[in-house]
């Protein structure tokens, strides 16, 4: 096979609380999803490697580790917070999804897959020694640092997440060998507050942080709009060598969270580009991973098993109905159809800039803001 998932049932355990945004379930109706639907048949499955704790260390100081490991209440580190309370096994579950990422990486990079996922990762907002925003160990940026020191030179971070991927970004915000490009809703109105398209690297690394801040309410169109507009260019200037993105679903209309407005149809269009990017730009190699997403019900499993599909090389057509034991599992609420009947077409950015629109409003800051750092011009 050529594509793999990393996954075990330990992973689903990150668990907050019956409660909390961040329920376990969205993993394990995906998991259910994509094995009645013959996704995970398509996919080498293989569970995570066993911890090492040196490998959080590259990102996360010892004094943090040890604080998680403890797993008593301290608000010093976030830890035993509202967002971030704590729960049984706390380390071993989160740093288990760590080593998920890592092995991901590790698969793609020397060669084993073209493609990798782990979709219980993309906890992108934590920092080296702070949980945030329900995020305890930053597996992405353990991986990426991973790649880094086996010899990558020039990774791409792709985060089409709601809400920005501040974590991964201040990790690597002075490392001109990472490029982290974040598409999300604006940070005037979102947490975490950060994001703006002035942020675009520190002094030595300009052009190495990318970032599209998104009108609420955008749909489909104007999504797709601003991510062509501003993604494949600024990846293609950069020229990575292995690309990783967090598929973050909750930019959907019914995410209780946020104030996007993109269909599942949508979702799986940008999926579906980044795969291409990938085979354009990396010789096909590709490590995704799950991220927000807080519909946990109808939107988070059919959006990641559209990721899994295409992941496996063989995406599945939106049209197709959702099986009967699966939507028996879940309930009266449950989706009867891998689609929500969204239309995934858009003008491109390219056809012409309207003034008085805010998504090429947008787009155009990005642009001006960072572009002339990739030697690109903004203008076309």
Known sequence: MTARLVYSEELSKYDFGYDHPMAPGRVRHTIELARQLGVLDRLEVVQPPAIDDDLLASVHDADYIAAVQANVENLAYGLGTTDNPLFPRMHEITASVVMATVEAARSVWQGEVKRACNISGGLHHAMPRATSGFCIYNDVAVAISWLLANGAERVAYVDVDVHHGDGVQQIFYHDPRVLTISVHETPAVLFPGTGFPYEIGGPNARGSAVNVALPT????????????????????????????????????????????????????????????????????????????????????????????????????????????????????????????????????????????????????????????????????
Do not use: K
Not at 267 to 280: F, G, H, P, V
Not at 315 to 344: F, K, S
């Open 217 to 380: 309410a955008t749909g489909d169109a104007g999504w797709l709009r601003a991510f062509h507009a501003i993604v494949p260019p600024a990846l293609r200037a950069f020229e990575p060598q292995i690309l990783i993105t967090q598929h973050g679903c909750d930019s959907h209309r019914h995410d209780p969270l946020a104030d996007l407005e993109l269909t599942v149809d949508g979702q799986r269009a940008s999926y579906q580009a980044l795969a291409c990017l990938a085979e354009e730009l990396c010789d096909g190699r590709w490590v995704s991973t799950g991220g927000g997403g807080y519909a946990v019900a109808d939107v988070v499993p059919r959006a990641w098993t559209h990721l899994l599909g295409i992941v496996s090389g063989e995406p599945l057509d939106p049209q197709i109905a959702t099986p009967v034991a699966w939507r028996e599992q879940l309930g009266p609420y449950a989706p009867i159809a891998m689609t929500d009947g969204g239309d995934a077409t858009y003008q491109d950015f390219s056809s012409g800039y309207s003034p008085s629109s805010r998504i090429d409003q947008a787009i155009l800051a990005t642009r001006n803001a960072v572009f002339p750092d990739l030697g690109l011009d903004p203008s076309y």
